[in-house]
């Protein structure tokens, strides 16, 4: 019983897709997700991408996946690491891959210097922040996301 975290691939796009969508169902919001196996190939994967994404492999087997980003701090003066989305298939949780995903993330925060290592999570999604709370992460509930997408953002970059 082992986990394998390793760089995507592009051949990975239709299993990083079908994860996307699986999360999506989790969080009950399939209908928001409007991209393709090739348009993650082409985003996640092209010469100008400034994303990175893992695969956690169980038994040789894709568990789960990560997307993530650099960030940048204005007050600690540093890069940082934002990671979009951490997913681990239903069948595959409780094995570790999870914590394989996200410590090879701060492993990778660490070597190149970030000062922290961010993410977001629904505030109900309970498993998940019992996780993150049991390796030491904060909420920081004292900050509000905001968000321009679709129409909105349209209309405001005029």
């Known amino acids: 019983m082992s986990i394998t975290i390793r760089q995507a691939r592009p051949e990975d796009a239709a299993a990083i897709y079908a994860m996307i969508y699986e999360l999506a169902v989790y969080e009950k919001a399939p209908e928001e997700v409007i991209t393709t196996p090739d348009e993650i190939r082409e985003t996640l994967f092209g010469a100008d991408s400034k994303t990175e994404a893992l695969i956690a492999e169980y038994e040789g087997k894709i568990a789960g996946y990560a997307v993530f980003l650099t960030s940048y701090s204005t ?58 709370l049991s390796i030491g992460a904060l909420p920081q509930s004292e900050w509000v996301r905001y968000r321009l997408d679709g129409e909105a953002l349209r209309t405001f970059a005029g």
Do not use: T
């Not at 989305?85 to 239903?90: A, G």
């Not at 922290?116 to 999570?121: A, F, G, K, M």
């Open 75 to 132: 007050w600690l003066g540093r890069n940082g690491i934002y990671m979009e989305d951490l997913y681990v298939s239903p069948d595959y949780r409780g094995k570790g891959a999870g914590r394989a995903l996200l410590k090879h993330i701060a492993q990778l925060a660490v070597k190149r210097q970030c000062g922290r290592l961010e993410w977001s999570v629904l505030d109900w999604n309970q498993p998940a922040i019992d996780f993150y």
